[in-house]
């Protein structure tokens, strides 16, 4: 069975920093052979795509409203992805899932086959 579980959401002023953390173990699940990505849901709204990374960490894609705050990493020796956060705006407050696919990065959620429960991230203005 696969998990991932996040970390690192809070509570941040207008203009500051968070990072997030995506820990994946499961006994047969490879995590350098996963593409990892990052969506976001914020209340009365779809999911959104954020970031994703491909298997080596080699390219990372970026829906526009983050692009140049946000960075999304990877450790494949520690099964773990990153969500670094700067310039935090209120419009950024939703709760922050990872999700992991077989497939080349996509937006799409159903292309993604396992999630985690979600890390709140609250910015205040």
């Known amino acids: 069975q696969v998990q991932l579980v996040e970390s690192g959401g809070g509570l941040v002023q207008a203009g500051g920093s968070l990072r997030l953390s995506c820990a994946a173990s499961?006994?047969?699940?490879?995590?350098?052979?996963?593409?990892m990505a990052w969506f976001r849901q914020a209340p009365g709204k779809e999911r959104e795509f954020v970031a994703a990374?491909?298997?080596?960490?080699?390219?990372?894609y970026y829906t526009d409203s983050v692009k140049g705050r946000f960075a999304i990493s990877r450790d494949n020796a520690k099964n773990t992805v990153y969500l670094q956060m700067n310039s935090l705006k209120p419009e950024d407050t939703a709760v922050y899932c990872c999700?992991?696919?077989?497939?080349?990065?996509?937006?799409?959620?159903?292309?993604?086959?396992?999630w985690g429960q979600g890390t709140q991230v609250t910015v205040s203005s």
């Open positions: 999700a992991a696919s077989t497939t080349i990065p996509t937006t799409t959620p159903g292309t993604y086959n396992y």
């Open positions: 499961g006994r047969t699940f490879r995590f350098s052979s996963y593409t």
């Open positions: 990374i491909t298997r080596s960490g080699s390219s990372t």
